[in-house]
């Protein structure tokens, strides 16, 4: 079946570390994938996204490659920030019958320590 | 911009209760959804709606009904509250994007924290 499968957390950084949160999935066709972010209380919201191969997402200095060899979609981002502590999901988009699905991995929490 | 609109913030439900979620969008969105999130996991999609009138199950639709008679509301219902229902519900809209292929922003509400004691 179509599922995302990421990293367990918490990830625990120190400020300025290098931040890698591994992202896979499995999709029959050719999903869209995406990178949510949801802060302590509130909703979740998009973060970037990719809809084909080798495309790259970025945002606030996050960046994510769509790779349709290693069926991944990695988050990464060069010098974490206390203010990026939040939980992050990872989603792809895939036509499923007649209409698309939007489904999210488990999530992965990240812990910033300044 | 109101965006995505859930109704109430918080709720406390005795077992066997029922209740309605509301949601409601004003961008004129087709694609509706209603997910759950249980603590420290992630969203896991219980209904879906691609429009007006038409409502599919999700992952995890047991004890759950949705119904969607506008392009703007897309209220969840829960007819016997189950301790197990105990979960934060978030709903999300987005428009089908270029070429109907969904693979557009999801808009999210603040959600719902529902308990069922």
């Known amino acids: 079946g179509n599922s995302v499968t990421q990293m367990e957390g918490p990830v625990t950084l120190s400020e300025e570390a290098f931040l890698t949160i591994n992202c896979t999935y499995t999709?029959?066709?050719?999903?869209?994938l995406f990178w949510y972010v949801q802060y302590p209380g509130e909703g979740l919201q998009l973060l970037l996204k990719?809809?084909?191969?080798?495309d790259k997402g970025s945002n606030k200095g996050f960046e994510a490659t769509y790779r349709k060899e290693t069926t991944s979609f990695h988050l990464e981002k060069g010098s974490v920030q206390v203010s990026d502590s939040a939980v992050y999901f990872c989603?792809?988009?895939?036509?499923?019958?007649?209409?698309?699905?939007?489904?999210f991995g488990s999530g992965t929490r990240l812990l910033v320590r300044p | 911009n109101a965006g995505v609109t859930q109704t109430p913030k918080f709720r406390i439900l005795k077992i066997g209760q029922s209740m309605t979620l509301q949601c409601t969008q004003d961008?004129?969105?087709?694609?509706m959804y209603w997910y759950r999130q249980d603590p420290g996991m992630g969203l896991k999609l219980i209904y879906y709606?691609?429009?007006?009138?038409?409502?599919d199950k999700g992952e995890v639709p047991n004890g759950y009904n949705v119904s969607r008679s506008t392009t703007e509301d897309f209220p969840l219902r829960l007819e016997l509250a189950a301790p197990s229902q105990t979960s934060v519900y978030f709903c999300?809209?987005?428009?089908?994007?270029?070429?109907?292929?969904?693979?557009?922003?999801?808009?999210f509400g603040q959600g719902t924290r529902l308990t069922v004691v």
């Open positions: 999300a809209s987005n428009p089908p994007g270029w070429g109907g292929r969904g693979n557009t922003e999801a808009f």
């Open positions: 989603a792809l988009v895939i036509r499923m019958d007649s209409s698309y699905k939007l489904i």
């Open positions: 709606s691609v429009g007006a009138g038409i409502t």
């Open positions: 999709a029959t066709g050719y999903p869209s």
């Open positions: 990719a809809t084909k191969a080798d």
């Open positions: 961008m004129n969105h087709n694609y």
